[in-house]
């Protein structure tokens, strides 16, 4: 309950802010978008994780409030980098099940892109397969509104769930974000995932859906993705999630 208060108060005492992890172009290095994940600083408890306070937000009913502000400020902070002269990056935004179940999730993202003046093909909406099992009717009904509305969808943690196949057979996404897990055991001699993540990267092409490879740390583990054809990369390798002016001083020296 008291996590719960605080987390009421922490948007109004500007305690909540996102840091942006660049996703990289596997061939050419360049930039494509900015992962946005939330970040809390509590005065005295200092760092709150996000796998501890969503859970919350999302059995206490603050999750659809959380989640304007999310996708608020990283709608703002896209239009910004574009005011201070950088080409335009695509945004990424996280999305738990309630927020992409809800009835109205796509009118709400679009008017949210409105008010803040994104276009919406620079917004992606990231959701794990997870969010997706067992609702397919409000599933079709988001995907089909942020489709129509020109927003992109990648499924995230990809290959930890359970029906994954299945998933991509039913819902066309634009992008899925093989997990880090597979990623970790590319080079590994025990358990490699090579077979799996070369399946993984050969069906979404075959389906015209990019590839993102998540948590890449090491030189090999990237060369590798490359003799795999991935099409993009995320990891601490490249860059770690940054504050939004370090991003940006990040984006002028790479364009
Ligand atoms: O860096 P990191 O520890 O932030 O991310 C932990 C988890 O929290 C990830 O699974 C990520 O998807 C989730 N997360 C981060 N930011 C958000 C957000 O704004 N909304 C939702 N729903 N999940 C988020
Ligand atoms: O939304 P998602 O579950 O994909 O959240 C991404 C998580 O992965 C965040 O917690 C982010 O901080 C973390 N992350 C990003 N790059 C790396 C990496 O190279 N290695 C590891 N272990 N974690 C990473
Ligand atoms: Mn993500
Ligand atoms: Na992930």
Known sequence: FMLQNELRKAIEREELRLVYQPRIDVKTGAVTSAEALLRWKHPNWGTVLPSEFIPLAEESGQMAELGEWVLRTASKQSVDWQRAGIAPIRVAVNFSAHQFLHRDAGE??????????????????????????????????????????????????????????????????????IDKSFVQDLCKSASDSTPFVQAIVSLAQSLRMTVVAEGVETEGQLSKLRALHCDEFQGYLFCPPVEAADFEAFLVRSQ
């Not at 409000?138 to 769930?161: C, E, H, P, Y």
């Open 108 to 177: 709400r993202i679009r008017r949210i892109l409105e008010q803040n003046e994104l276009r919406p093909e620079l917004l992606e909406i990231e959701i794990t397969e997870t969010a997706l099992m067992g609702n397919e009717e409000s599933v079709t009904r988001t995907l089909r509104q942020l489709k129509s509305a020109g927003i992109a969808v990648s499924i995230d943690d990809f290959g930890t769930g359970y029906s994954s196949l299945n998933y991509l057979r039913r819902f066309p996404v634009d992008s899925i974000k």
